[in-house]
């Protein structure tokens, strides 16, 4: 049976085929899922920030796109995962507001996505996929056992990574 | 900077008192904008870990309009108004004077006007706290969404969360009396600036 795990914000997780793990609404967050295919160990993690320099000491790593990828990919080593295997997706970071206010908050989701792409370029990690920015909120539930992400969303319907 | 955890009950009670006077004063002006009697119920003051934030709301995954406005001043945050799509819908017909049930989706002025009276709610709401603690407070310009709320409120949170854990919002539930309208007026005030409400409102040591 494959246990459905719930991922909230600033939340990050690790699970094994056949587990799903699921986030709900991500707006300016993003989701950033990485896959061992071999081993089928797969961590998701809902980040609201991009950098922990952004933040006071002892935070949550969860929190944020640079600590969240370092932990997870910690994590998942520590199982057996191997590096060089493991592949990245990233969904979400949208503009949720239309506006015509200059208030840089608004644009959080684009520096969501770029920290992300910016940390696993610098840890060498593969991004396969991303459904990423425009205007509107996505859930996802991210498969262990294929590796595959479907995104649902309720202005453009369903999608599958 | 205050753990919103710490707050005693009178700064809870002054602070939800605070809310009833400010969501006193949009309902008025949302009644004047419609020309509708509008019922408002008593606030909800909750203090919430991030992760559950989202949960203060009733149907977190349905198509609501949300209209969101950072404020300044003397008490910063930010304010989420949320509608369900369907009474944003029949909001609309009322402001432009057509027959509820006849916009069936919202055109960019139709977004224009619900822009609008979420600021002009807004700074009802902000005058009445305003003159309580006698200080200016701005709203900006406002934003629309219309998708889940729990996805706008994610906006919010990382505002707030970039500093704390903890989450303060003040909730206040309001109808129009055929119940074409229902609505909820959430303030998130920054917890950096409730020092100084507490001590204007004379109940920092209390």
């Known amino acids: 049976m494959s246990e459905v795990v ?46 922990t320099k952004m933040a006071k000491e002892g935070a949550n790593p969860a929190k944020f796109a640079d600590t969240a990828i370092e932990a997870m990919l910690e994590g998942m080593i520590k199982l057996g995962a191997k590096h060089s295997r493991i592949e990245a997706k990233i969904i979400g970071g949208a503009r949720m507001f239309s506006s015509a206010s200059s208030n840089p908050l608004l644009d959080i989701g684009t ?7 910016h940390v696993l370029h610098r840890k060498r990690i593969r991004l ?3 459904d990423t920015g425009e205007d509107y909120a996505r859930c996802i539930e991210f498969s262990c056992f294929s590796g595959k992400v479907k995104v649902r969303s309720l202005k453009r319907g369903e999608k599958e990574l | 900077l205050i753990d919103v955890r710490n707050l005693t009950s009178l700064q809870v009670d002054a602070l939800k008192e605070v809310g009833n006077i400010g969501a006193g004063h949009a ?35 349905a198509l609501m309009v949300g ?21 944003a819908l029949s909001l609309v017909d009322m402001l432009m004077g057509r027959n509820v049930g006849s916009t069936k989706a919202l055109s960019p002025l139709d977004e224009s006007a619900l822009k609008e009276v979420g600021s002009i709610l807004t700074c009802s709401y902000l005058n009445a706290i305003a003159q309580l603690i006698g200080a200016p407070l701005i709203p900006s310009v406002p934003g629309l969404a219309f998708d889940m709320a ?57």
């Open chain 2, 27 to 61: 309902a008025t002006s949302l009644s004047q904008l419609v020309g509708k009697e509008i019922m408002i119920k008593a606030p909800r003051l909750n203090i919430l870990p991030l992760k559950e934030v989202q949960r203060v709301i009733k149907d977190p995954q």
């Open chain 1, 128 to 130: 396969v996929a991303e």
């Open chain 2, 150 to 206: 729990e996805a706008m409120i994610d906006l919010i949170l990382i505002e707030l969360g970039e500093a704390v854990d903890y989450v303060l919002v003040i909730e206040t539930e309001f109808t129009e009396a055929s119940r074409k309208i229902t609505g909820e007026f959430m303030l998130f005030p920054n917890p950096g600036s409730l020092q100084a409400v507490l001590e204007t409102l004379g109940v920092s040591n209390l």
């Open chain 2, 67 to 87: 209209i969101y406005l950072s404020l300044e001043g003397n008490l910063s945050g930010s304010v989420l108004l949320l509608f369900p799509y369907d009474d």
């Open chain 1, 111 to 117: 520096r969501n996505v770029a920290a992300a792409k």
């Open chain 1, 6 to 51: 719930n991922v909230e914000i600033a939340e990050m997780k690790i699970g094994h085929n056949p587990d799903v793990l699921v986030t709900s609404a991500l707006g300016s967050c993003i989701g950033i899922t990485l896959y061992d295919p071999a081993l089928k160990i797969g961590g998701l993690a809902h980040i609201m920030l991009p950098e």
